[in-house]
């Protein structure tokens, strides 16, 4: 069974930063899955953050938070990772781990808000 669980959401204010992480399990070998992060902000369609891309650990990322956010993955761990520094009210929104080698797998969120 494969499961991907999401921490590291909390309330910030503008300018702060926060570190999310997803563990994964059942996701074997866990190098072989590209990761991404997507978010959701109420009454917004679901976008892509970023990925990291499997074996090569390629980054990509939206025009949004380049410069601002970093992707990262420890394989040894299973955990993909999403650092996000100088946030904005902007950036609140449920964020999701996904992970896909052809089948694509989400996790169940967790919520990230920017406010003062």
């Known amino acids: 069974q494969v499961q991907l669980v999401e921490s590291g959401g909390a309330l910030v204010q503008p300018g702060g930063s926060l570190r999310l992480s997803c563990a994964a399990s059942?996701?074997?070998?866990?190098?072989?899955?590209?990761m991404s992060w997507y978010r959701q902000a109420p009454g917004k369609e679901r976008e892509l953050v970023a990925s990291?891309?499997?074996?090569?650990?390629?980054?990509s990322y939206a025009d949004f938070v380049k410069g601002r956010f970093t992707i990262s993955r420890d394989n040894a761990k299973n955990t993909v990772y999403l650092q996000m520094n100088n946030l904005t009210p902007e950036d609140t929104a449920v964020y999701s781990c996904?992970?896909?080698?052809?089948?694509?797998?989400w996790g169940q969120g967790t919520q990230v808000t920017v406010s003062s």
């Open positions: 996904s992970a896909v080698r052809g089948q694509r797998y």
């Open positions: 059942g996701f074997i070998p866990f190098s072989s899955y590209t």
């Open positions: 990291i891309f499997a074996s090569s650990s390629v980054r």
